[in-house]
């Protein structure tokens, strides 16, 4: 499956944007996950969503960030309120070839088995 992420940009401390991962098939068989990375640092785990639709959030988004997913469209979102300057980096979708009901939560980034190019996010103070 090939992923495309869209909808990061430059966004004001407070502000909001919608990420969108589209995937070239459907998302039956697959769960989803955004991570984000910050150059020199490691990859952080944001969110994920199971192919039946359980979701889960790391600690610093939990509240803030919603992910969700258009079936139909065959389309990941991640709407991200209340941004704030850490939130800046690198953000991806990953796609794993996983259903049923598990914790995606516990699914660490090097499982996954296919990635997007990865959007921007910049969140100026």
């Known amino acids: 499956v090939q992923l495309v992420e869209s909808g990061g940009g430059l966004v004001q401390a407070g502000g909001s944007l919608r990420l969108s991962c589209a995937a070239s098939e459907a998302l039956d068989d697959y769960g989803i996950g955004w991570f984000r990375q910050v150059p020199g640092k490691e990859r952080e785990g944001v969110s994920c969503?199971?192919?039946?639709?359980?979701?889960a959030y790391g600690d610093s988004v939990k509240g803030r960030f919603t992910i969700s997913s258009d079936n139909a469209k065959n389309t990941v979102y991640l709407q991200m309120n209340n941004l704030k300057p850490e939130d800046a980096a690198v953000y991806y979708c990953?796609?794993?070839?996983?259903?049923?009901?598990?914790?995606?939560?516990?699914?660490?980034?090097?499982?996954?088995?296919?990635w997007g190019q990865g959007t921007q996010v910049t969140v100026s103070s």
């Open positions: 969503i199971t192919n039946i639709g359980l979701t």
């Open positions: 990953a796609a794993i070839g996983a259903g049923g009901n598990y914790d995606c939560g516990r699914v660490l980034w090097s499982e996954y088995d296919y």
